[in-house]
């Protein structure tokens, strides 16, 4: 005796359930990260044109809200003319969802259940004078907030202090 069309219709709709569920998260964050591999790609487009002011409008509001935008274009000039500073070859490595907000930014952002952190580890020629011309290659780990469907810089505003 054969399975009726209606078990067989069920048995098949389980097993598609079980292959297509366990792939939809992976493909969501694929999408995702690409999507936040290219804001963080986009923010030193801009750094590398040394538009700082353009670059202070994708900060996190709350960072915004202890820093002035002419602090931040301040220290960013005078540090970029002093040390004849200048960026080029930035790569994207990597996008790691964190489960927290990492620590050195915890003081300044106010935490709600609203918010998602990334890590992006980035890489980059760095050109500087330091009593002649130097060169060498940078890996860091940049950090977003993602509140809503805006996502934000994180940059730690003590550095300026």
Known sequence: MGLSREKTTFILTI???????PVLPTTVNAVGSNEIA????EVYQVYM??????????LHPDIKGIMSDEDYINFQEETSNKHKMSISQVQVK??????????????YLSKTDEQDYYSVSISYLL???LG??????????VYLCLEG???YLLWDPAVVE
Do not use: T
């Open 127 to 129: 050109s500087y004078y």
């Open 49 to 58: 044109a040394k538009d700082f002011a353009a670059v202070y409008k994708y």
């Open 132 to 141: 002649k011309e130097r060169e060498r290659e940078v890996e860091k780990d």
């Open 94 to 107: 990597g996008v790691k969802s964190l489960d927290k907000i990492p620590g050195e930014f915890e003081e």
């Open 15 to 21: 097993v598609i359930m079980f292959v297509v569920i």
């Open 38 to 41: 290219d804001f963080v790609g």
């Open 149 to 151: 469907d805006n996502l």
